[in-house]
């Protein structure tokens, strides 16, 4: 099975944590998330994530201290999903680029949120220490 390693950022604002929502075509599809992605060939998890964040959502982040971390397995990959606290650099205003939809969302709301698999392990713990 493949496996792939996969940074997230941890981004609160106000109480709330930035989720995005999957396209309803291809993997995972329709699922909210963790703002991320791949780490490519020859990144590191900091690099990968900024370079994610760009691209998804249009802004610049500071990645901070790791968060915490999970492994999955879905029927066709195997996930290490790592997740980073992360900041927007000052001004920056995230925008669904590579979404269907963003949000800001109260920690207690998570669990209700129809979550990739790999994610949901996280949700609690995020809904406890943000």
Known sequence: M?????VAAL???DGRVLI????ERGERA???????GKVEPGENDRGALVRELIEELGVLVRVGALFDGV???YPDVHVD???YRAELEPGDEPRP????EMRW???????ALPFCEADVPLLARVAGRV
């Not at 493949?2 to 996969?6: C, I, L, N, S």
């Not at 995005?20 to 396209?23: D, F, N």
């Open 20 to 23: 995005t929502r999957r396209h």
């Open 11 to 13: 981004i609160e604002r």
């Open 81 to 83: 999903l790592i997740l």
């Open 71 to 73: 492994e999955h397995a």
């Open 30 to 36: 329709g699922l909210w998330e963790f703002p991320g």
């Open 97 to 100: 680029l590579q979404a269907a």
């Open 2 to 6: 493949r496996r792939v390693r996969v």
């Open 105 to 111: 969302a109260a920690p207690d709301e998570l669990r």
